[in-house]
């Protein structure tokens, strides 16, 4: 089901947002405020034609967005489809997108046991010769967008839900060894892009998942392999989701591991259908997200897994679920929107001298 503004009273229509959120996500010390997008007639976009124009404009919009992530294109399904094949349209639809709009592009993912091609589950792997397929798709792919990159996530959703590692092709045939191998590359690789692990169900700071995160990369670290961040997706729920100050606890926590952390795929599910009290209950979850991160020295942004109710994946993925992102289908504003602007706002008017809260880096593959 897809939602429109109409289903909200004239009162939640009227927008008191004039700055817009990248612009207000730097004022307030991060380093962006950024959009996943994918690419044009594929997936979720494809039944949507109509709306390109008009998502365009938004997305291209540099006050808006200052960063962007291939939702789809870079995975190994889409550039390695056949062993020693690459094929980099879809993520130089984002890449270029990227450039010619002035955005920072946060890179994924280069390992994941989902949408995997199907040729690197069905071969019989030994460790030697998994190794090789693994060093040789990560060269391939950040070498060819080497020094585009502000980050790459390395790997993606190496842990089960109860924390432990999760029983995928790389983890069966190599054991924890793939993460090291898989960082390991990637650093060498692209020795200016920040490496990070992501994986969702992290954000709670006394989840057993979030106790894995805090295992995998502290493993990592002893074994003298480089990390820089720490990714929560944040797949979150508008009828039960963690308290900023859960979030802020989560990412010091991470911060206190490595040099940064981020919240890389956010989006909040509504059962649907949706209506004024959950839309509240999503508002108050992106504004304690915004606080969390603005919140936290470590945190240098916020990206949304899309940011048009229409392209997302939940609908697909979650029955009965939907309206998690920021615009409805008539490109009118969740309330969400003008939560999280006035809680820049306030964040902003809170410091003292209005100052941020950390100089920002110099970055590769963009400005901020």
């Known amino acids: 089901m897809k939602l429109s503004a109409p289903l909200l ?3 939640a229509l009227l927008s ?11 004022q307030a010390g ?3 405020f950024g ?7 594929q997936r979720e976009r494809a039944p949507y034609p109509e709306s390109y124009a008009q998502y365009d404009a938004i997305l291209n919009d540099p006050s808006e967005f200052g960063q962007t992530t291939p939702t789809n294109g870079q995975k190994w399904l889409f550039v390695e489809p056949q062993s020693r094949l690459f094929n980099f349209t879809e993520g130089d639809y984002v890449a270029d997108l990227a450039q010619n709009t002035n955005k ?10 989902s949408q995997l091609a199907p040729w690197v589950e069905t071969t019989e792997w030994t460790p030697e010769t998994l190794t090789g397929a693994i060093t040789r798709h990560i060269r391939a792919v950040a070498g060819y967008y080497r020094g585009r990159c502000y980050a790459w996530d390395v790997v993606n959703e190496a842990l089960d839900e109860d924390g432990t590692y999760r029983k995928s092709v790389f983890y069966e045939v190599l054991g924890e060894e793939y993460l090291k191998l898989a960082f390991r590359v990637a650093a060498e690789v692209d020795p200016d892009a920040k490496l990070y692990y992501n994986d969702y169900g992290i954000e709670r700071p006394d989840s057993v998942k979030t106790a894995g995160a805090v295992r995998l990369v502290t493993m990592l670290k ?16 508008a009828d039960n989701h963690p308290t900023a100050e859960e979030l802020i606890a989560t990412s010091e926590g991470y911060g206190a591991l490595v040099d940064e952390v981020a919240f890389t795929e956010l989006d909040v599910r509504i059962k649907m259908p949706a209506n ?23 945190c240098v942004g916020i990206t949304l897994w899309d940011f048009y109710d229409p392209f997302s994946w939940v609908p697909d993925v979650f ?3 939907g309206a998690s992102l920021v615009w409805f289908e008539d490109f009118s504003k969740h309330p969400a929107y003008d939560g999280m602007v006035q809680t820049f706002k306030k964040l902003i008017g809170d410091k003292p001298g209005n100052g941020c809260k950390r100089r920002r880096r110099s970055v590769a593959g963009g400005k901020a």
């Not at 003298?224 to 729920?237: E, F, P, S």
């Open 35 to 41: 959009a996943a997008t994918d690419t044009p007639h």
């Open 319 to 321: 029955e009965g679920q």
């Open 9 to 11: 009273t004239a009162t």
């Open 222 to 237: 002893d074994a003298g392999v480089r990390i820089d961040g720490v990714g929560m997706q944040a797949h979150l729920h």
């Open 276 to 298: 004024e009290t959950k839309l509240e209950w999503q508002k108050e979850c992106y504004q304690k997200v915004v606080t969390a991160c603005v919140k936290v020295k470590a």
């Open 16 to 26: 008191p947002a004039t700055a817009q959120l990248h612009d207000l996500a730097k």
């Open 104 to 113: 920072l592009l946060r890179c994924h993912a280069l390992v994941w046991h």
């Open 30 to 32: 991060l380093l962006y």
